[in-house]
């Protein structure tokens, strides 16, 4: 019986010592595993705090963003008024210039027309030709006429633009389009002269073309003076040169060197004349279109 | 043609070119003097030759911006003359 105790007792022990380690072994498991639980509610509380702290972030950003889109709208609106105000501007400047244009040619005509009898002791043209007791009679686009000379011995005379003094010219106010626009045609035996604009000269057919302003005058090259003629050598000389340096650049394009020359035509008065570029232009604005 | 007289006319870099689709040159001629166009035509004989028959479209108008080396850069005259205003 004492033996059976001890024995039970024993088994007891062990067995009540087993179930302490057990729960001691859980006990620490279970503390442990608190242990990282925490660690990892804490993580997961920063990354919390992260989130939201972002969240506020993305919502500062999207509010400035509201801001910056109602700025932007607010800009082209701005923008679109700046563009209207420009142009105006633009029409009023264009307005402005045509006005001051007119008078001009008001004040111009004016003066042209004061200038009848006006009273010149002497006169001397850029040519050298000297005249005294000068009295105009006519200031025209194209020229002056004047009577000169003591009386009883007076004569008559017309200059055109390039035989007149510079101070005439200014004084007249012939402007830079107006001197060149007048140069003056005389014929071979120099009994025949008219006034235009230089048009055009084609060397192959010796055709000189002049606009006098009321249309286009076509002369051949040897009814004109020597003086004309060796004007337009010179023009076309100088033509010829810049037409070979535009041809030049032509040729390097794509579009340029299939239209350079004999291929476009533009409407002059009644027809349409060959047209060759004056210029060799980066860009070519194609309107295709028919009049149907 | 305002807009050729603000934005081309004064432009050298740009070239205004008009195509003419019309069958003969007597329509286009009639046109012309009608409108007074300033710029330079293509006329229907020289469609060939101009190297833009390539760019037309089967309707008109139609505008094109194309550079010197024949690259499309705006079609429509509202494309076209918005990039014109840049260049």
């Known amino acids: 019986m004492k033996r059976f105790f001890s024995v039970r007792y024993l088994v007891l022990l062990i067995a009540g010592l087993a179930i302490a380690y057990y729960f001691h072994i859980n006990r620490k498991r279970f503390a442990d595993g608190n242990a990282q639980l925490k660690t990892e509610l804490a993580d997961l509380n920063s990354e919390w705090m992260e989130l939201r702290k972002q969240e506020g972030e993305l919502t500062y950003a999207k509010q400035e963003l509201v801001e910056i ?54 006169m001397t043209t850029p040519q050298g030709k000297h005249y005294k007791n000068v009295e105009i009679t006519e200031v025209r686009p194209d020229g002056i006429s004047f009577r000169h000379g003591a009386a009883g011995a007076a004569g008559a005379r017309g200059l055109a633009l390039h035989e007149l003094p510079s101070e005439w010219v200014k ?28 048009k055009s000269y084609d060397e192959d057919t010796g055709i000189v073309t002049i606009d006098d302003g ?38 390097k394009q794509v579009i340029g060197s299939k239209i350079k020359k004999g291929v476009l035509s533009k409407l002059e008065g009644d027809h349409f004349f060959d047209f060759t570029m004056s210029n060799a232009p980066d860009y070519y604005v194609v309107y295709y279109s028919a009049s149907w | ?79 076209v003359f918005a990039m014109v205003d840049d260049l």
């Open chain 2, 1 to 79: 043609m305002e807009s050729f007289n603000k934005k081309i006319a004064t432009n050298d870099k740009v070239e205004f070119i008009h195509f003419s689709l019309d069958r003969t040159s007597e329509a286009a001629l009639k046109w012309a003097k009608k409108e007074n166009f300033p710029w330079a035509h293509v006329l229907a004989d020289k469609h060939a030759e101009s190297g833009l028959k390539k760019y037309a479209k089967k309707f008109v108008p139609y505008y094109m911006l194309v550079d010197k080396d024949g690259k499309i850069l705006a079609e429509g005259s509202q494309a």
């Open chain 1, 171 to 198: 004084r007249f106010m012939f402007t830079r389009e107006e001197l060149e626009w007048a140069r003056s045609w005389t014929s071979a035996d120099g009994t025949k002269t008219a006034y235009g604009k230089f």
């Open chain 1, 214 to 251: 009321a249309g286009k005058l076509l002369f051949d090259i040897d009814q004109l003076s020597v003086a004309n003629r060796k004007w337009l050598e010179k023009q076309a000389l100088k033509g010829k040169a810049e037409a070979a340096a535009i041809f030049e650049e032509l040729d």
């Open chain 1, 69 to 122: 889109n109602k700025k932007l709208e607010s800009l082209s609106g701005e923008a679109a008024q700046i563009r209207q105000s420009v142009s105006a501007e633009q029409l009023a400047i264009e307005s402005l210039k045509q006005r001051k244009k007119a008078l001009f040619l008001e004040y111009r005509e004016q003066v042209r027309r004061q200038a009848k009898g006006a009273y010149f002791d002497e």
